[in-house]
């Protein structure tokens, strides 16, 4: 699992046409797998999507409505004692798990006194490290046989340091200086934080790190332990800001320091698909790539007024937006021999749906009360889901104040005023403002079939279908998932053959 941040749907070319750069490592992914173009992150910022990846569930199941995202010692962790993740449901099957890069999920600090700490910059120097350590919600603690992550953004959010398997080397005890990295283009170094780092931390090269800890992970289980398989995640922190590309990719495109910034990105996931080949199990890895939610504020006006690229890729709004620009994001699937290449779907799908599809390739019955808002998407993959019939009756996405967004088919309802993130009364932001249409309407409602750009608030003129999904919402939130009861799952050995069928008969179709 490659998992992007800050990524838009128009940050990678295979999805835009019009892009100021070519990502042609993340194109060859899609055109050797699976693109979806109607995919959604569980949440608008990042920490809630986070959760909604690890546990199949959307925030609200954690904490009973939304969830931001956590700064310096925050936590604790959104995945509460007893919320099965992907990671402990793979090692029950026998896998070898390693989570490297961006975890931020929340984490338990202590001070002397053993009294948890709740974020602020400050607090950072209230952490007693012996006695906060092994963390009891980190990684190691979740279903991950090994670990090095930073507890939040690696660039943004202090506390900066590194945690490997829940320990930590290097304690945060010096002032982070922001004029001591480069602002690239005098802008780009916008969000970063002046909080409390360990010395040595390096801003600079961090997915570079990030990626050599999972190549290291996966290389030297594949050569202790060959007949065992592994899950691996690379979480990195592009593109969240500031934008710090690794100098080695400074000027590597002609879209500015975020555009170098994506490529880096890029070519970490050509490294990562040659490191599966040259170990000789390319044909049986499934590589996942995909996005916490959509790119951010400035970052879209600032690529889009200084090189004609839309990180929204069309779409209405951007990061904290309930429109799609918010959480319509990028999601790639690949898979030699079992997926079919090139296979484009339009099937509604979430972050949290990868964790059902994972169960159900590898044999795992969940329980219902096990990744309560997870889809099993294997037919989409397969391409043997007929088109214009949708694997999900309905979809939910929320904002970090836990309102929805619910979608049905091409309706689209959102069960509060205005974009649930920015405020398009103020600076740049009021460029992008649309007339409201509905003035007096407390919630929104779109066609996204006929009004893709989210310009129409259908609220009073197409009332029956709002209060249907109202009510549907209502029931949702009710029932206490949104998921099918009574999962099945295909097993891996079904899993193969059904592709190898699937993909023997593309090929005839092709010659």
């Known amino acids: 699992m490659i998992y992007a941040d800050d990524l838009g749907y128009g940050d990678l070319s295979c999805y835009n046409k019009k892009a100021a750069y070519n990502t042609p490592n993340l194109d060859r992914l899609a055109r050797e797998g699976v693109m979806f173009t109607d995919a959604h992150s569980p949440s608008t910022i990042c920490s809630p999507s986070r959760y909604g990846f690890f546990s199949g569930q959307q925030i609200y199941r954690s904490t009973g409505g939304g969830g931001g995202a956590f700064e310096g010692p925050g936590g604790p962790s959104y995945l509460k004692p007893g919320t099965l993740t992907i990671a402990e449901m793979l090692k029950q099957k026998g896998y070898r798990t390693g989570m490297f890069g961006k975890w931020h999920v929340g984490l338990t600090w202590v001070d002397k006194n053993n009294q948890v700490l709740k974020g602020g910059f400050e607090n950072s120097l209230l952490i007693d490290y012996e ?38 080397p290097m304690p945060a005890s010096k002032r982070h200086q922001s004029t ?202 397969f391409g043997t889901q007929v088109v214009k019939r949708s694997i999900r009756p309905h979809l939910l996405t929320q904002n970090f104040r836990g309102e929805f967004q619910l979608r049905q088919g091409y309706w689209k309802y959102i069960n509060h005023k205005g974009s649930g993130g920015n405020n398009y009364e103020l600076g740049f932001l009021k460029t992008y403002a649309l007339p409201e249409t509905a003035d007096d309407a407390p919630g929104q409602l779109y066609n996204l079939l006929h009004d893709p750009g989210e310009t129409t608030n259908l609220y009073f003129k197409e009332a029956e279908k709002r209060k249907g999904l109202q009510i549907l919402l209502e029931e949702l939130k009710s029932s206490g998932r949104s998921a099918p009861l009574n999962r099945q799952p295909i097993g891996i050995e079904k899993v193969r053959e059904l592709g190898k069928e699937n993909t023997q008969k593309k090929h005839a179709v092709l010659e």
């Open 131 to 168: 006695k906060s350590t092994p963390l009891i919600d980190g990684p190691n603690a979740k279903g991950f046989d090994e670990s090095y992550i930073t507890p939040n953004c690696p660039n943004t959010d202090p506390l900066y340091i590194y945690i490997e398997n829940g320990m930590v």
């Open 180 to 381: 001591n990295l480069p602002n690239l283009g005098g802008k780009w170094l916008w969000d970063n934080d002046e909080g409390w780092m360990s010395p040595g931390y390096n801003f600079m090269e961090a997915d570079l790190l990030f990626y050599e800890k999972t190549r290291r992970f996966i290389t030297e289980h594949r050569n202790n332990a060959p007949q065992k398989p592994f899950f691996a995640v690379l979480s990195t922190q592009i593109a969240h800001a500031p934008v710090l590309p690794a100098p080695a990719f400074n000027g590597a495109t002609n879209a500015g320091p975020r555009g170098d910034f994506v490529w880096e990105l890029d070519v970490l996931v050509g490294r990562m698909m040659a490191l599966v080949k040259d170990l000789g199990i390319d044909d049986n890895t499934l590589i996942l790539f995909n996005v916490d939610n959509g790119a951010e504020t400035l970052h879209v006006d600032w690529m889009r007024q200084d090189y004609g690229h839309d990180p929204s890729g069309g779409w209405r709004g951007m990061k904290r937006d309930a429109w799609e620009g918010g959480h319509r994001v990028p999601f790639i699937v690949r898979w030699p021999g079992v997926f079919q290449p090139g296979l484009i779907s339009d099937q509604m799908i979430n972050t949290t749906d990868i964790f059902a599809t994972v169960a159900s390739i590898i044999g795992f019955k969940l329980k219902d009360a096990d990744a309560r808002d997870s889809y099993d998407m294997l037919p989409a993959m």
